[in-house]
């Protein structure tokens, strides 16, 4: 899963804090097993906890030195997982008590990723209650969705989904959608674009798959889910399996460049004649936050990392999300403090690696002020010229960011002279673009 980066409901992003940390306090437990999921494996560096579940007392630690050592008057706790509804409500209820506690005049907001499919009229309530925000991983229609979203027993999990989205819908609980695009769905834009619509979602964010297996020899005989490891192996290891035999193989459901450039195009020449302004996709948003040269919401597309931690059930506290490996552990909260991991040397050249490691085809490329590199997790593939660390889905950015371009260019104009992006769409109509 990724991380949710706008609240609309304030319009901020928990990114423009100095930094921010997204707890897991089920671990990496998950009642799906999602083909493409990176997180169930995770559960692998904590054999010796099985439950993965943040005691009380971790809960308070957390709440009290996260609220605490943030700058800002405005703080953002997003829960994941792992699956977040795993927990009881009355965990989350602790939660909120001691957020008050620990609040002073501090304003506190509550975002939830969740799969859905847990999601019953209690756990409804307690969200409009509490005003939270809440994320689901929806995949498309049936036939996409089910297609991986799967559970242990192998069962499409579409249904469930769709009755929790109906049920927050009922409450006027105010979710957003996570789409994994990935090789299966990326061909049918359109349709999956107004899946969306008809749901009447109006913040989407669409997450490209780009997933590798680790073989530890060239002869390939291994199945995939022996030796599936996550997509995002650390820098240090993709630099060192230059110089040994092992291979690290697409797994067959990553989407490709090509499709994920003609994906976003489809969906944005749909989007910028009709849906400016009424619905926010995030690469859109982003794209458009660069192009008038604000912060772009979204990691992917800032020009540094180490902004955004994760903490697990038991403190530890990692770099990223996607570099939770022990190369990227900062420390635990029980021994350090927060602002002391977040401004660490390695956390902060953990963000620096993300420009320092930018090919020359990158820095000499008229999109890197909207594109930087995208996700470093990502940048294995080689450049013409053999230099590392390209970005894997370069070709489809490109391509992207070349069609957009004219309609960015005038969406920042109309921003500039204070007017609504949203004009873009008559100027369309009257055939100006
Ligand atoms: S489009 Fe490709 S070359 Fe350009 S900045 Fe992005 S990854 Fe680099
Ligand atoms: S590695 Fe950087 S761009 Fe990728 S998810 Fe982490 S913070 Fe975001």
């Not at 602790?94 to 209690?122: P, W």
Request: charged fraction near 20%.
């Amino acid at each position: 899963m990724f991380i949710f980066v706008k609240n609309f409901k304030t319009m901020q992003s928990p990114f423009l804090s100095p930094f921010y940390l997204m707890a897991k306090p089920a671990g990496s437990i998950c009642n799906l097993a999602c083909d493409y999921c990176y997180y169930l494996e995770k559960a692998q560096y904590y054999k010796q906890d099985l439950s993965h579940r943040m005691s009380d007392e971790m809960l308070d630690l957390f709440v009290k030195e996260y609220i605490e050592s943030q700058a800002s008057d405005y703080v953002n706790f997003t829960w994941h997982g792992g699956e977040t509804l795993l927990r009881d409500i009355s965990f989350y209820k602790k939660a909120f008590k001691l957020q008050r506690k620990y609040a002073k005049s501090k304003r506190i907001e509550n975002v939830f990723q969740t799969n859905g499919t847990l999601l019953n009229d209690a756990w409804c309530r307690f969200f409009k209650e509490n005003d939270c925000l809440v994320g689901i991983s929806v995949d498309g229609p049936q036939r996409f969705h089910d297609r991986f979203r799967l559970s242990p027993s192998g069962r499409g999990s579409f249904d469930k989904v769709m009755k929790g989205i109906d049920l927050l819908n009922r409450y006027e609980v105010e979710w957003n959608a996570m789409a994994v695009v990935n090789a299966f769905n990326a061909d049918f834009p359109l349709e999956f674009y107004h899946f969306f619509k008809d749901l009447d979602c109006h913040f989407i964010q669409f997450a490209p798959i780009v997933e590798r297996a680790l073989y530890k020899d060239n002869t390939h005989n291994h199945s995939i889910t022996e030796l599936k490891t996550s997509s995002s192996e650390n820098l240090s290891l993709l630099a060192s399996l230059r110089d040994t035999n092992d291979v690290a193989a697409l797994v067959d459901f990553s989407v490709s460049p090509q499709q994920w450039g003609n994906f976003l195009c489809s969906i944005f020449d749909e989007w910028v004649r009709n849906d400016v302004g009424n619905i926010f996709v995030q690469i859109f948003d982003s794209t458009l936050a660069n192009w008038v040269g604000q912060p772009p919401g979204a990691c992917f597309y800032a020009k540094e990392c180490g902004h955004a931690a994760v903490i697990e059930f038991n403190g530890d506290v990692y770099s990223c999300d996607h570099f939770v490996f022990p190369s990227y552990k900062l420390g635990n909260i029980r021994e350090k403090g927060l602002q002391q991991m977040m401004y660490s040397k390695a956390q902060q050249d953990f963000g620096k690696a993300k420009a320092k490691l930018l090919p020359s085809q990158c820095l000499n490329c008229k999109w890197l002020f909207a594109c930087n590199g995208e996700c470093p997790k990502n940048r294995f593939a080689y450049t013409k010229d053999k230099e590392p660390f390209l970005n894997y889905l370069c070709s489809g950015y490109y391509k992207y960011y070349s069609h957009v371009a004219p309609y960015m260019d005038y969406m920042a104009k109309a921003l500039e002279n204070e007017q609504a992006p949203a004009l873009v769409m008559d100027a369309i109509a009257r055939g100006e673009l």
